[in-house]
Nanobody, 128 residues
Framework: QVQVVESGGGLVQAGGSLRLSCAAS????????MGWFRQAPGKERDFVAA????????SCADSVKGRFTISEDNAKNTVYLQMNSMKPEDAAVYYC?????????????????????WGQGTQVTVSS
């Protein structure tokens, strides 16, 4: 059973930076594709960024491209979301998700329904 736990949320000023962490347990990141999603009040949960199980491929939503970066540290079994130049519209609960993948090492998953394991979420607030 895979478990993922997010951390690093908090309050940041517009233009500032924040780094979210997602620690996976139950297995190593090998064959574990990871993703970040976010949900603002009254809105649906949206894709933010994803990384393939090999760590070799990533994808980001257009709304965060150039500002957010997803990466991983295999030694720590942790995936990160570095968020720079933050905007008030980035405020949301951020969720980490994981999927055991037997697809190609370059496959990234951007659909919420594609993930099997979810964290509890971490709140990110951006003040203007």
């Amino acid at each position: 059973q895979v478990q993922v736990v997010e951390s690093g949320g908090g309050l940041v000023q517009a233009g500032g930076s924040l780094r979210l962490s997602c620690a996976a347990s139950g297995r190593t990141l090998n064959r574990l594709a990871m993703g970040w999603f976010r949900q603002a009040p009254g809105k649906e949960r949206d894709f933010v960024a994803a990384i393939s199980w090999s760590g070799g491929s990533t994808s980001c939503a257009d709304s965060v491209k150039g500002r957010f970066t997803i990466s991983e540290d295999n030694a720590k079994n942790t995936v990160y979301l570095q968020m720079n130049s933050m905007k008030p519209e980035d405020a949301a609960v951020y969720y980490c998700a994981a999927k055991i993948s037997y697809s190609s090492s370059s496959t990234v998953y951007t659909g919420e329904h594609e993930y099997d394991y979810w964290g509890q979420g971490t709140q990110v607030t951006v003040s203007s």
